[in-house]
């Protein structure tokens, strides 16, 4: 439970400063590689920092101008301070970069040691994505309890070196059973979940995603139904389920964003 809470201290307070070299607390593990343009919605939300550029979250692409991401990667950014790379499975090597024109959070936005609730927050561009067989828009959906989901993501290493995009398919669970099968942690009984939230979970070990991976898109349907905020095992072994935002609850939300900005 310390590291959850030195985490969500460092998302809060020193997030540029200090987690920019803490880039293993945002990876996949056990993942297979992705195929070139298997997930042609999932960017790359990239900041600069003390004199580099590195990947900071995931992010999916709603639309030609919108892209959707937790709003904890958003905290004490301006958007010039940012960008998007698409189209990439490789970030090192390849991929389009995209300005960005605004940062969103949702307005009931709360990350403490204690909760972790409306982690959901959108990207505008300065200009328009240009579609690709590798760069596409998904649509929101509807997450099924035992539903069998993807989550993909980059991996990345110690010093920040971003390794290729990896996924892993996962169990969407009904509030009952991350509960139980969350019994033993203490995130699980210390920060509570709503109905704006839905669990995620691999029987098989060691596989997952840190802290559910920042803004790490989770699938069902080929439906974004999920984003990645934090996970219920602090110590990223994977005993437990990880936590993601329910993005149909915010549907509307997301909706009236775009449509007014």
């Given at each position: 439970?310390?590291?959850?809470?030195n985490?969500?201290?460092?998302?809060?307070?020193?997030?540029?400063?200090?987690c920019?070299?803490?880039?293993h607390?945002?990876r996949?593990?056990?993942?297979?590689?992705?195929k070139?343009?298997q997930?042609?919605?999932?960017?790359?939300?990239?900041?600069?920092?003390?004199?580099?550029?590195?990947h900071?979250?995931?992010?999916?692409?709603?639309?030609?101008h919108?892209?959707?991401?937790?709003?904890?990667c958003l905290?004490?950014l301006?958007p010039?301070?940012?960008?998007?790379?698409?189209?990439t499975?490789?970030?090192?090597?390849s991929?389009?970069?995209?300005?960005?024109?605004?940062?969103?959070?949702?307005?009931?936005?709360?990350?403490?040691?204690?909760?972790?609730w409306?982690?959901?927050?959108l990207?505008?561009?300065?200009?328009?994505?240009?579609?690709?067989d590798?760069?596409?828009?998904?649509?929101?959906?509807?997450?099924l309890?035992?539903?069998?989901c993807v989550?993909?993501?980059?991996?990345?290493?110690?010093?920040?070196?971003?390794?290729?995009?990896?996924?892993?398919?996962?169990t969407?669970l009904?509030s009952?059973d991350?509960?139980a099968l969350?019994?033993?942690?203490?995130?699980?009984?210390?920060v509570p979940r709503?109905?704006?939230?839905v669990?995620?979970f691999?029987?098989t070990?060691?596989?997952?995603?840190?802290?559910?991976g920042a803004?790490?898109?989770?699938v069902?349907n080929?439906?974004?139904?999920?984003?990645?905020?934090?996970?219920l095992?602090?110590s990223?072994s994977?005993?437990?389920?990880?936590?993601?935002?329910?993005?149909?609850?915010y549907?509307d939300?997301?909706?009236?964003?775009?449509?007014?900005?």
């Amino acid at each position: 439970m310390q590291l959850f809470k030195n985490y969500i201290c460092c998302l809060a307070f020193i997030f540029i400063n200090v987690c920019m070299v803490l880039p293993h607390n945002s990876r996949i593990i056990g993942g297979k590689t992705a195929k070139p343009g298997q997930f042609p919605y999932l960017v790359s939300f990239q900041v600069h920092s003390t004199g580099f550029d590195s990947h900071f979250c995931d992010a999916s692409i709603l639309n030609e101008h919108w892209v959707l991401t937790a709003a904890h990667c958003l905290l004490n950014l301006e958007p010039e301070q940012a960008y998007i790379i698409a189209g990439t499975n490789q970030l090192e090597a390849s991929g389009s970069r995209y300005n960005i024109s605004k940062l969103i959070q949702h307005p009931l936005f709360n990350i403490s040691s204690t909760a972790v609730w409306h982690d959901i927050g959108l990207v505008k561009l300065d200009s328009e994505f240009e579609f690709t067989d590798t760069l596409q828009s998904i649509q929101i959906g509807e997450v099924l309890t035992n539903g069998s989901c993807v989550i993909s993501g980059w991996t990345v290493t110690q010093d920040g070196s971003p390794f290729p995009l990896e996924y892993i398919e996962v169990t969407a669970l009904s509030s009952e059973d991350c509960s139980a099968l969350g019994e033993g942690s203490e995130i699980n009984d210390e920060v509570p979940r709503g109905p704006g939230q839905v669990c995620a979970f691999s029987p098989t070990g060691g596989i997952g995603a840190c802290f559910s991976g920042a803004g790490v898109p989770l699938v069902f349907n080929n439906t974004l139904v999920g984003l990645g905020t934090y996970s219920l095992d602090d110590s990223c072994s994977h005993k437990y389920p990880d936590v993601f935002i329910r993005v149909s609850y915010y549907a509307d939300w997301i909706q009236e964003i775009m449509d007014s900005n």
